[in-house]
C-alpha cells in the first residue's frame, strides 16, 4: 500500500508543478490598459487606464449589492463590496491581463484587455 | 430504510451542514474566488464508503441546497450544485477502483473535479473566458485541499466502522 | 425524504428566478429630429437637466429650420422671396454663406430645388433629364442668396434650404447648453454628426470612429472639443438603369458630385463649419480640399477617395488610428 501512495503522491506533485509553472509563465509579461467592468456578461464600462490622471471610483450596483471599484493609472481594484466573502476586495489591485477581479456573488468581474479601436462614436454613421 | 440507517444519515447531514457554514464564517485561506477547504466532503466521503452512492447524494444534495440558504449565499448556490454534483460523479466512479487506504486520492480527484466545474459555470455565467486562467492555482489548491479532507475522511472512517 | 427533495427543488427554482440589471450612471438621451436620429450622452451633476434642456433646444430649432414644417421660418422666408431673419438663421446664413465665398458655391444653401428634382426629400428618386436640370440650374446659385444682416433676399426664385448646415449649427448649439448646465464631458451625435465636450470620466479624450462605405470604420481619432462630421455618397442613394446616384448634388453640375472622393470627414471646433465643409469638400475633390485646407488651417480632413486611399492633415496625425494603410497631407 506505501507503494501506491507513494505513486500517487508522485502524480499529484508533478501535476501542481505544472500547474504552477502555468500560472508563473501566464503572469509574466502580461501587459495591458483598457479596464472591462462585465455585469452579469455585459460590458457596464471600458476604462483607459493609461489616461487615468487622478484616481477616482465607480459604484456598481446589482441586485445583490454593491461593488466600489478604484481606479488608478495602469490599475484597478474593487475598494469596497457587500457581497458575503468580500473576495473580490480582497483580491488586491490588478494591473495586467493575467487574472479578472470575480465577484461571483454578484456576478461583477473587472478585467484589464488589451486597448484596440473601441469607439464612443461613429461619425457618418447615423440613419439619414 | 430502518431506523439506524436514517438516524445516521441525518446526523452526517446535520454534521455536514455546521462543517459547511462554520467554514463559510472563516476567513478565506486565499484571497482568490474558489479556494475553499471543502471540509464538508470529508462527510460526503464517509457517507459514501459506509453506504454507497444514493444516500451519499442525498446527504451532498441537502447539504448544498440547505447550506446556502442558511449562509445567505443563494447566489453562490449554482456554484456550488455545479462543483458539487461533478465531484460527486468522479468520486462514485473512483470509490470503486481504488482501494479503501487511497480515499485521499478519491478526495484529490473529486476536488479537482470540482474546481473545475467551478471555473466553467464561473466562466459561463460571468462571460469572462479569462475566469479560467485560475485554474492552474485552483488545482493545485484542490490538491492539497482534496489530500487533507481526504485523510480526514480516513481516519473517521477508521473509528467509526472499525 | 422524496417529498422533501421536491420541496427542496421547487425552492431552489424559486431562488434562482432573481437577478436583473441597472444601469451605472450617465445620462442619455435619443431624440428623433431632422429626419434622424440623435444620441445625447453628457455626464456631470446636471446632465439630466442639461438633456432636456438640449431637447426642448433641438425641436425648437426644428421647428424653425425645417422646409418640411409650412409655418418654419424658412418655409415663410422661401413663400416670399426674402424676409427678416431670426438670430438663429442670421447665424447659419452668415456661417453658410463664409463658406460658399471660400468654395465658390461647392457648398449651396439654394440646392434644394436640385435635390427635389433628383427625389431625394421625396424619396421618389428618379434621375432627371438633363434639360430639367438645365432649366432649374441658374435658380440653385448661391448668388441668388442676398443677405443684409438682419434680413434675406431670394433672387430668380431661388429657395433657402439649411439643411447642409442645420445639424451642425444644432450640434453647436447642444453643446453650449451643455455648458451652460455646467456638464463638461459629453459626447452627441446627431444622425452621424459627432460633436465632444471635455474629456471622458476617466481623463482619457473621446474616441470617434469613422464609417467605411464599404461597412465598418476606415479609422478612428481622438476628438477634444471637436465636431467630427463625415460626407459620403454612400449615406443616401438609389439605384437606376445599373448606376448609382447618391444624394450629394454639385451645384455645377445639377448631378451628384463626382470627385474621386468617397467619404469626406471635417474635424472642427465648429460644428456648423464642419458640416457645410464636408459637403463642400467632397464636392471639390481632394486637390481643391486640400488646398481649402491650407488656406484655412482650422481645421482636419480625412478623405477617401473612390481607389481606397485614406489621406489625414497632419493636425490628426498623433491620434488618428486605422487598420488601413494611410497618407498624411503636410501644409510644407
Redesign the interface.
Known amino acids: 500500500m506505501l507503494k501506491s501512495n507513494i505513486k500517487w503522491v508522485l502524480i499529484f506533485a508533478l501535476l501542481c508543478v505544472l500547474c504552477i509553472t502555468l500560472h508563473i509563465v501566464h503572469t509574466k509579461g502580461k501587459s495591458g490598459k483598457l479596464a472591462v467592468i462585465k ?2 456578461g ?1 460590458t ?2 471600458t ?3 493609461s ?4 484616481p ?1 471610483e ?7 449589492g454593491y461593488n466600489i471599484i478604484y ?1 488608478e493609472k495602469g490599475k484597478i481594484s474593487i475598494k469596497d463590496a457587500d457581497c458575503p466573502d468580500r473576495l473580490c476586495v480582497k483580491q488586491g489591485t490588478i494591473e495586467n491581463g493575467a487574472y479578472p477581479i470575480v465577484c461571483l456573488p454578484h ?1 461583477v468581474t473587472v478585467s484589464i484587455e488589451k486597448a484596440d ?12 | ?1 430502518n431506523t439506524k440507517k436514517l438516524t445516521r444519515l441525518s446526523l452526517l447531514t446535520a454534521l455536514a451542514l455546521i462543517i459547511f457554514i462554520v467554514e463559510a464564517q472563516l476567513p478565506p485561506i486565499a484571497p482568490i474566488p474558489g479556494i475553499k477547504m471543502g471540509l464538508a466532503n470529508i462527510i460526503t466521503l464517509v457517507a459514501l464508503y459506509m453506504y454507497g452512492p444514493k444516500e451519499a447524494f ?1 446527504v451532498l ?2 447539504r448544498i ?2 447550506g446556502n ?1 442558511f449562509s445567505g449565499q ?2 453562490a ?2 456554484y456550488s450544485a455545479a462543483g458539487g454534483v461533478f465531484c460527486f460523479a468522479v468520486m462514485c466512479a473512483l470509490y470503486k477502483i481504488l482501494p479503501r487506504d487511497l480515499i485521499w486520492v478519491v478526495s484529490v480527484f473529486g476536488a479537482i473535479a470540482h474546481v473545475t466545474a467551478q471555473v466553467f459555470v464561473a466562466a459561463l455565467i460571468t462571460e469572462t473566458p479569462a475566469v479560467f486562467w485560475y485554474l492552474p492555482l485552483l488545482l493545485v489548491s484542490a490538491v492539497i485541499t482534496g489530500a487533507f479532507t481526504g485523510l480526514c475522511a480516513y481516519y473517521c472512517l477508521k473509528r467509526w466502522n472499525k | ?1 422524496k417529498k ?2 421536491y420541496m ?1 427543488s421547487a ?2 427554482a424559486l ?2 428566478l ?8 450617465e445620462a442619455q438621451k435619443t431624440v428623433y429630429a431632422m ?3 440623435m ?1 445625447l450622452r453628457a455626464y456631470g451633476k446636471n446632465a439630466d437637466a442639461a438633456l432636456s434642456a438640449a431637447e426642448d433646444e433641438i425641436t425648437r430649432l426644428d421647428a424653425l429650420l425645417s422646409r418640411g414644417f409650412v409655418n418654419s421660418e424658412i418655409s415663410e422666408i422661401n413663400k416670399n422671396g426674402g424676409g427678416e431673419v431670426s438670430a438663429d438663421t442670421k447665424a447659419i446664413l452668415q456661417k453658410g454663406i463664409k463658406v460658399s465665398d471660400k468654395t465658390d458655391g461647392a457648398f449651396d444653401m439654394c440646392i434644394a430645388p436640385l435635390v427635389d428634382l433628383w427625389g431625394f426629400y421625396s424619396k421618389e428618386y428618379h434621375v432627371p433629364a438633363s434639360a430639367e436640370i438645365a432649366e432649374i440650374l441658374p435658380k440653385t446659385d448661391y448668388n441668388n442668396l442676398i443677405f443684409g444682416g438682419e434680413s434675406v433676399n431670394l433672387k430668380n426664385g431661388a429657395e433657402l434650404d439649411t439643411g447642409g448646415i442645420a445639424k451642425g449649427y444644432l450640434s453647436n448649439r447642444v453643446i453650449d447648453i451643455f455648458k451652460e448646465n455646467g456638464v463638461d464631458s459629453a ?8 460633436q ?1 465636450l471635455g474629456k ?12 467605411d462605405p464599404e461597412g465598418g ?1 476606415l479609422g ?1 481619432l481622438e476628438a477634444l472639443d471637436k465636431a ?5 455618397g454612400y ?2 442613394f438609389f439605384e437606376e438603369d445599373g448606376k448609382t446616384y447618391h ?1 450629394i448634388i454639385d451645384p455645377q453640375t445639377g448631378m451628384p458630385a463626382e470627385s474621386g472622393l468617397v ?1 469626406v ?1 471635417i474635424i472642427s471646433s465648429d460644428g456648423a463649419k464642419a458640416d457645410a465643409l464636408s459637403t463642400a469638400v467632397f464636392v471639390l475633390g481632394k486637390d481643391k480640399g486640400v488646398t481649402l485646407w491650407k488656406n484655412e488651417g482650422d481645421f482636419d480632413m480625412v478623405l477617401m477617395t473612390d481607389e481606397g486611399n485614406i489621406f489625414i492633415t497632419e493636425g490628426i496625425k498623433d491620434t488618428f ?1 486605422s ?1 488601413y494603410d494611410f497618407s498624411l497631407i503636410t501644409k510644407e
Not at chain 3, 187 to 194: C, D, E, F, K, Y
Not at chain 3, 228 to 232: A, E, H, L
Open positions: 455585469k452579469d455585459e457596464v464600462k476604462i483607459d487606464l489616461a487615468v490622471s487622478e477616482y465607480i459604484r456598481i450596483e446589482s441586485d445583490n481606479v456576478r479601436g473601441e469607439v464612443d462614436a461613429v461619425s457618418g454613421g447615423g440613419a439619414e | 430504510m442525498t444534495f441537502l441546497i440547505l440558504m443563494v447566489s448556490l449554482m | 425524504m422533501i427533495i427542496l425552492l431552489l431562488t434562482s432573481c437577478s436583473c440589471s441597472t444601469p451605472v450612471k429626419g434622424t436620429v444620441e459626447i452627441i451625435s446627431l444622425g452621424g454628426n459627432v465632444t471622458k470620466a476617466d481623463g482619457s479624450l473621446w474616441r470617434v470612429g469613422i464609417r470604420l478612428t467630427v462630421i463625415t460626407s459620403g449615406q443616401r444624394h467619404s470627414t488610428q487598420d
